[in-house]
């Protein structure tokens, strides 16, 4: 906001004036400018008058209500905020609780049955697997397979007698490549 | 006889050591005026600012790691009652503020004193509280922080939350407004004085 002249000398009344306010209004000087600041001077003397209530004021009454409700206000405040927490436990006492939990969970697991899980080795029961890509039969340890570069829904048999076929057909080419597996 | 420093710190050590309940009465005892009469310059009347004194206090006290420092409360507690006068004059909107119920607040004591001077008082006191009514809630809170209470301009803008600059133009518009809104005051009363009386 730009300031008029009435308000840098409100401002200069009061010292508030920025140096640059004080310079541009000392470089041109109006007739009238010291008697309009004299009287924003005048005006802001007798405004600390105004710092306490006026003494037809009920102050003492006022003041005893309020200091009332406010330490009332406050004492409520703090039972409300204590109720839905309830008692906090120290950290000491949430560290202590958590190493407990520990070891039980420790404890626990050491005790079940070790379950000898060979998910390593591959299937018990060959596995034939057919996709537009590739086809393999796995069985135990070992296992093979015929690529393609593609690859999309696969079919897989296990367990299975038999035999399954892939069929690949070259887009550049159009050559056709039938793979078939036969499992005994 | 001790010095004025360590008076002050014998008292300061007396005021941490008593216990939570007499410390917060203190504390209240106070500021108490202070801000009751700072957001009442705001807002204008005394049902609001008494109310919203005492939400102030009462979220003060809820933060009491904050009241530590004395001279920090004093200017954290300003802040607060500040931001809660412009607050509640914002939700309000800008309805004309009720005038103060003068009969509600005259005091048992006041009844001794000189009715003539009372009344200039009471005319002088409601002449301040128009004139800050011409004034938007910032410029008023400007004009009563710095020019009534004294508060440095940066103390003002913290209180505030804005810039010195703008603090500068606050002062700066409440103080011609002010004045403006004075001299209008005075031609009127001359122009009422100098009507021809009829019989």
């Known amino acids: 906001m730009r300031l008029t002249r009435h308000h840098i000398l409100a401002l200069l009344a009061g010292g508030d004036a920025a140096w640059w306010q004080r310079l541009s209004a000392r470089r041109n000087p109006q007739p009238e400018d010291p008697a309009v600041e004299e009287e924003f001077r005048r005006i802001r003397e007798q405004l600390p008058e105004f710092r306490d209530l006026p003494p037809y004021f009920a102050w003492d009454s006022l003041s005893a209500e309020m200091k009332g409700n406010i330490l009332l206000g406050v004492e409520a405040g703090e039972v409300v905020r204590s109720r839905p927490s309830g008692r906090a436990i120290g950290w000491r006492a949430g560290f202590a609780l958590a190493v407990l939990t520990l070891l039980m969970l420790v404890g626990y697991w050491g005790q079940l049955p070790v379950h000898v899980h060979d998910s390593d080795s591959g299937p018990q029961t060959p596995l034939l697997q057919a996709t537009p890509g590739q086809l393999a039969a796995r069985h135990r340890d070992a296992g093979f397979s015929v690529l393609f570069h593609e690859s999309g829904a696969s079919l897989e048999l296990s367990g299975a007698v038999g035999g399954v076929r892939a069929d690949f057909v070259d887009e550049e080419t159009g050559q056709l490549t039938v793979a078939h597996v036969y499992l005994d | ?199």
């Open chain 2, 1 to 199: 006889m001790g010095t004025l420093s360590s008076d002050l710190m014998n008292e300061r050590a007396e005021t941490v050591s008593l216990p939570l309940a007499d410390r917060r009465s203190a504390f209240v005892e106070e500021h108490l005026k202070r801000i009751f009469v700072l957001v009442y310059r705001v807002v204008g009347n005394v049902a609001d600012a008494q109310d919203i004194t005492q939400e102030v206090f009462i979220k003060a006290l809820q933060r009491e790691e904050q009241l530590r420092d004395s001279a920090r409360a004093a200017q954290w507690l300003s802040r607060i009652a500040s931001n809660a006068a412009i607050d509640f004059l914002r939700r309000r909107g800008r309805a004309p503020q009720t005038p103060i119920e003068e009969s509600q607040e005259i005091s048992d004591g006041s009844r001794s004193a000189n009715p003539e001077k009372l009344l200039l008082t009471a005319e002088s006191h409601q002449l301040f509280q128009d004139a800050l009514k011409s004034l938007t809630p910032r410029e008023r809170l400007a004009l009563v922080m710095r020019d009534v209470e004294g508060a440095p301009a940066e103390e003002v803008a913290q209180a505030l939350g804005c810039s010195k600059a703008t603090v500068r133009s606050h002062i700066a518009n409440a103080r011609v407004k002010f004045r403006k809104f004075l001299r209008r005051r005075i031609q009127t009363v001359k122009v009422g004085n100098s009507a021809p009386v009829v019989d």
